[in-house]
T-cell receptor, first 115, second 115 residues
Framework: AQKVTQAQTEISVVEKEDVTLDCVYE???????LFWYKQPPSGELVFLIR??????QNEISGRYSWNFQKSTSSFNFTITASQVVDSAVYFC????????????FGKGTMLLVSP | EAGVAQSPRYKIIEKRQSVAFWCNPI?????LYWYQQILGQGPKLLIQ????????DSQLPKDRFSAERLKGVDSTLKIQPAKLEDSAVYLC?????????????FGPGTRLTVL
């Protein structure tokens, strides 16, 4: 069975600090997909990134970057120069290639960025 | 392009009452999902529709929860009768074809409080 672990329950940083959110996953499949979503206080889950298991290139989008390492089954998310607007709960999720696109979510990491 | 719409945004009911939530997916999306998110946890899939057919309802408490998507577009999730433990946010999501790895886009959710 697939599983996603986000060991950090809550992280507090001061604005402009860099912060990394950890995600470790378990799956028996060789083909799978990993996602990150942001959930601000308004409650809506906002899609950030999708990565398939065959693409281990790191990705950067503005202040966001993702480090995918199959050897350690990790898909970590780094925010550079954090801002107050980054305060939210961040979820890592896994979808296996078999069947339909069922997502298994981690429990989320709450990020608090103070001015 | 309009996102996933949900209503109502908030609902407070007494235990043993019934409640219904509505969702309208992104136009053209064939797959619709209902998730339950209990405070402090990641979303848990309740039911997945492909067009107007159910493809996964293994985690839906069928003795009290029901869902339909009659015309393959919008959907309704019902709880009857509600229990205290049903207090949660109910999220609706949609994706293009529901194939593995499809990105799911979420609505704002309905926050249900059962007293």
């Amino acid at each position: 069975a697939q599983k996603v672990t986000q060991a950090q329950t809550e992280i507090s940083v001061v604005e402009k600090e860099d912060v990394t959110l950890d995600c470790v996953y378990e799956t028996r499949d060789t083909t799978y997909y990993l996602f990150w979503y942001k959930q601000p206080p308004s409650g809506e889950l906002v899609f950030l990134i999708r990565r398939n298991s065959f693409d281990e290139q790191n990705e950067i989008s503005g202040r966001y970057s993702w480090n995918f390492q199959k050897s350690t089954s990790s898909f970590n998310f780094t925010i550079t120069a954090s801002q107050v607007v980054d305060s939210a709960v961040y979820f890592c999720a896994l979808s296996e290639a078999r069947g339909y696109s069922t997502l298994t979510f981690g429990k989320g990491t709450m990020l608090l960025v103070s001015p | 392009e309009a996102g996933v719409a949900q209503s109502p945004r908030y609902k407070i009911i007494e235990k043993r009452q019934s409640v219904a939530f509505w969702c309208n997916p992104i136009s053209g999306h064939a797959t619709l999902y209902w998730y339950q998110q209990i405070l402090g946890q990641g979303p848990k899939l309740l039911i997945q529709f492909q067009n107007n057919g159910v493809v996964d309802d293994s985690q839906l408490p069928k003795d009290r929860f029901s869902a339909e998507r009659l015309k393959g577009v919008d959907s309704t999730l019902k709880i009857q009768p509600a229990k205290l433990e049903d207090s949660a946010v109910y999220l609706c999501a949609s994706s293009g074809m529901g194939q593995s790895g499809d990105t799911q886009y979420f609505g704002p959710g309905t926050r249900l409080t059962v007293l």
